[in-house]
């Protein structure tokens, strides 16, 4: 019954190209991603602390899971996996969604260039700040990155629903990723566009990231705009029904 | 103010004497390179910037800049090459023709820094410094080539020629009062400088009449190389990247004919200097596979970048090996970087950080520097 309510609002596309569904979260019972493993395959273990252990200090249960991995079907690790102190998931995420083409490896260096020129800018305000405000001044580009997205997450977020004929929108709570999600691609689509083509990508993101973190700028603009919008159509808060 | 403590003490061991932890030191207040010494291995020495901007308008490299500008102070690490480097400059016999000192190694492991640390202590010692920060910027990427006045064989290029005037006279400015040109040089129907005028003139006249130019750094080069024999000065020619001399060239002429080197009147004059038919004074010079034409990435021996021309041109030299950082000089630069707070990142001071870093820069002092740089 799910499946085939699913299969009618996919049907919908054709109406309205570019809408977000809302209806995705009839029954969450289908799956509408799938994975090349059948089910048997397990995830793998990535701790390189797990696998330092010596022999002699496993537990009953350790050994016997250890045994029992001899047997089963493991899948590869992801080739983003590492063990890293330095890794960061936020900035994995970020640099993922720069990438074009897959050109990771252009994606990396704009973000550590990125990164560069944030500490470096940092670093002058410091040298050249009073005592007190030598302690205020944050230098830790990884600190003020975080910072940055924080400040640009939405709270609530408007949802296009069908209802009469019209899509109304309607404003809605997000989760947390959505939010996060929002934040990076608001902050992306900011750097790619607003910017003028002699000025390199790694200059204007550090410059939009030290602006996000002071709470200032067109990307904590445009998320103060989608909470005025949504506080607009308050009217219409009744439309959601989950 | 003497020198620190070195980094491992040896303490006998006594019961009552308590065991000191070798503290890791990274700095000396010891600015004099002439002072240098095993002791001081692997320790940084500050170069005050007033002297910086004197004796290096150019020459070093762009990353070494930016921190210097980042961290409001220039820190060079005395390390093994360049003290013996420096050793070898101390004993030098002026009586004898100039010894030629070629640095090199892999890329990134501190060849231009060495040559910069044995300018400033031929600097400090009133030497005459004749310093070509990078031999491969005359020989690629020339917007203005002109048909040269002297000889119609050769070619000039006014705009290499006199941005390298303006840093010769920044930093030999109290020499070109003092010495004395040799010849009578006409530059065209209106202008010469007549024998006896200070080489100063020649410089003034190379930065003036930018057509002139590099007939001017031929002639301060000439002029150099023949009064350095009498005693007046102690020369001191140092080039990077000087394989660039006996390679390939990317210029063409206007019928997309390729240039040799030897075409090009800077290099012909360049390569005269390189000769160790003068004395009274020495030769340091760099190979340089980053800027170089046409050689392979993983290049960095003296034949393989010199080339059968440029070895033998260079045949005799004392050769020294730059290589990456031992595992002592490499903890000195993470805890130069930590004190100056360049690493902000909270897992960098840790153990496993610290491990992390040497795997991935393998001790190379050029990564290590680009990896600390975003951490």
């Known amino acids: 019954m799910a499946a085939s309510a699913l299969k009618v609002v996919r049907s919908w596309s054709g109406l309205a190209p570019g809408v977000t569904f809302a209806v995705w979260s009839i029954p969450r019972q289908t799956q509408v991603r799938w994975s090349r493993y059948s089910p048997e395959f397990r995830d793998p273990l990535t701790d390189k602390e797990h696998y330092r252990k010596p022999v002699a200090g496993l537990t009953e249960e350790e050994k016997y899971e250890k045994e029992l991995k001899k047997t089963q079907l493991i899948k590869a690790a992801p080739t983003t996996t590492t063990c890293s102190v330095f890794a960061d998931p936020v900035i994995s995420k970020f640099t993922n969604m720069m990438m074009k083409g897959g050109n990771k490896i252009l994606a990396r260096s ?17 040298r050249t700040a009073s005592a007190e405000e030598q302690a205020i001044i944050e230098r830790n580009p990884y600190i003020i990155f975080h910072q940055a997205l924080k400040n640009c997450e939405p709270v609530i977020g408007l949802v296009p629903i069908l209802r009469g004929g019209h899509f109304y929108q309607v404003p809605v709570p997000l989760a947390d990723q959505r939010r996060r999600f929002l934040a990076m691609k608001w902050m992306i689509t900011e750097c790619r566009e607003h910017k003028h083509r002699r ?22 603009k445009r998320k ?6 949504a506080e607009a159509n308050r009217a219409l808060a009744h439309y959601r029904w989950w | 103010m003497g020198t620190q403590a070195p980094q491992s003490i040896d303490v006998q061991p006594d019961n009552q004497v308590p065991v000191e932890r070798p503290r890791t030191i990274s700095r000396t207040n010891e600015t004099d390179p002439a002072q240098h010494g095993e002791q001081h291995e692997g320790q940084h020495y500050s170069v005050p910037l007033q002297d910086l901007k004197t004796v290096f308008p150019h020459g070093l490299p762009p990353r070494f800049v930016m921190q210097v500008k980042t961290f409001g102070e220039a820190c060079l690490m005395v390390r093994k090459p360049a003290l013996e480097l420096l050793h070898y400059l101390k004993n030098t016999n002026f009586a004898y023709p100039a010894v030629r000192y070629v640095l090199y190694g892999e890329r990134g492991t501190g060849k231009t820094l060495s040559l910069c640390h044995a300018i400033h202590f031929c600097a400090k010692h009133g030497w005459l410094i004749l310093h070509i920060p990078d031999a491969h910027l005359w020989v690629k990427n020339c917007r203005e080539l002109l048909q040269s006045t002297y000889n119609k064989q050769r070619f000039d290029q006014p705009l290499e020629a006199s941005t390298w005037l303006k840093n010769f006279k920044i930093t030999n400015e109290h020499f070109l009062s003092q010495i004395k040109v040799q010849e009578k040089y006409i ?27 590099t007939d001017a750094v031929g002639i301060v080069l000439k002029e150099l190389k023949r009064q350095s024999s009498s005693g007046l000065f102690h020369l001191l020619v140092a080039v990077d990247g000087v394989n660039a001399l ?48 046409f050689k392979r990435s993983k290049a960095y021996l003296p034949h393989e970048l010199l080339g059968k021309e440029g070895f033998d041109a260079l045949d005799p030299f004392v050769p020294i090996l730059v290589s990456n950082y031992n595992l002592k000089e490499f903890e000195s630069c993470i805890h130069y970087y930590l004190e100056n707070s360049w690493l902000q990142h909270e897992k960098a001071p840790t153990e496993e950080g610290k491990k992390e870093l ?7 002092p050029a990564q290590l520097e680009r990896l600390c740089a975003y951490l």
């Open chain 2, 246 to 293: 006996w390679g390939r060239t990317t210029l063409k002429r206007e019928d997309k004919s390729p240039i040799a080197p030897e075409e090009l009147a800077l290099i012909y004059n360049l390569r005269k200097m390189m000769w160790n038919d003068w004395h009274g004074g020495a030769i340091v010079l760099t190979l340089s596979q980053t800027g170089s034409l």
């Open chain 1, 224 to 229: 103060q705009e989608m909470h005025k919008m």
């Open chain 2, 358 to 364: 040497l795997f991935l820069s393998n001790a190379n």
């Open chain 1, 110 to 126: 704009l973000i550590t260039q990125t990164l560069e020129a944030v500490k470096r800018k940092q670093f002058e305000k410091h």
């Open chain 2, 187 to 213: 530059w065209n129907k209106r202008e010469s400088t007549e024998k006896g005028s200070p080489l100063g003139e020649v410089v003034e006249q190379g930065i003036t009449r930018v057509k002139n130019a």
């Open chain 1, 199 to 220: 000025i390199l990508m790694p200059e204007k993101l550090s410059h939009e990231l030290l602006q996000a973190f002071h709470n200032q700028g067109p990307v904590i």
